[in-house]
Structures are given as C-alpha cells and as structure tokens.
C-alpha cells in the first residue's frame, strides 16, 4: 500500500513557475514508477509526466520543455517543477504511482493516487 499527497499548488501569473510536491508513504517507493497527471474544469484527466524507479522520464507534449520531474528516493517524494506556466495549465494536479517497470502514460497503469492540488495560472 502507498499514500501520496501532494503540496506545493496554487496561484501564479502566466509565465510563472511552480514547483509541486508528492510525498509517498509505504514500502519500497523506489521500486516505484511516479507520475503526475491534470484535471481541468469539464475536462478529462490528462497524464503530464512519469518517471520510472531508472530515472527515465517521459512528458506530454504539452509540457515538454516547461515542466521537469524527478524524484529523491531518499525523502520518498517526487517533483514537478513548472516552468512557463499558461492559463491553460490550470487544473488539479494529482501525483500516482505505478508498480509497471516500463514508463507507465495511461491512468490505469498507475495503482495509487493522491488526493490532488491546485494550480491556477492567471492571464
């Protein structure tokens, strides 16, 4: 079993930046594949980024070069630090983990979830 939550939302101008948080609790969070997806208002959820247990990385397209995750196997926590942020980034931001060895992109890959933090960017 692994608990996450997340920390770090809130209200940024357009073009500002970030930096979200996702504190695991559990056994062997390093063996974990970590991601971050979003829900916009009247929107799907969307994956944003995933990092496996090798540190190999994947990102939407829509925040590839903007957004950067890591993680610190020590603190049990993973990162999303955004960088120019847009109005259209606005959304509940929630972190998940995922027991798959490969980089997992579908919200069915992931087996746990956090509760979700807001990020609003205003125009």
């Known amino acids: 079993q692994v608990q996450l939550v997340e920390s770090g939302g809130g209200l940024v101008q357009d073009g500002g930046s970030l930096r979200l948080s996702c504190a695991a609790s559990?056994?062997?969070?390093?063996?974990?594949?970590m991601g971050w997806f979003r829900q916009a208002p009247g929107k799907d959820r969307e994956f944003v980024a995933a990092?496996?247990?090798?540190?190999?990385?994947y990102y939407a397209d829509s925040v590839k070069g903007r957004f950067t995750i890591s993680r610190d196997n020590a603190k049990n926590t993973v990162y999303l630090q955004m960088s120019s942020l847009r109005p259209e980034d606005t959304a509940v931001y929630y972190c998940?983990?995922?027991?798959?060895?490969?980089?997992?992109?579908?919200?069915?890959?992931?087996?746990?979830w956090g509760q979700g933090t807001q990020v609003t960017v205003s125009s």
């Open positions: 990092i496996t247990w090798t540190i190999s990385t």
């Open positions: 998940a983990a995922s027991s798959m060895v490969v980089v997992p992109k579908a919200g069915y890959e992931f087996d746990y």
């Open positions: 559990g056994r062997a969070f390093s063996r974990y594949a």
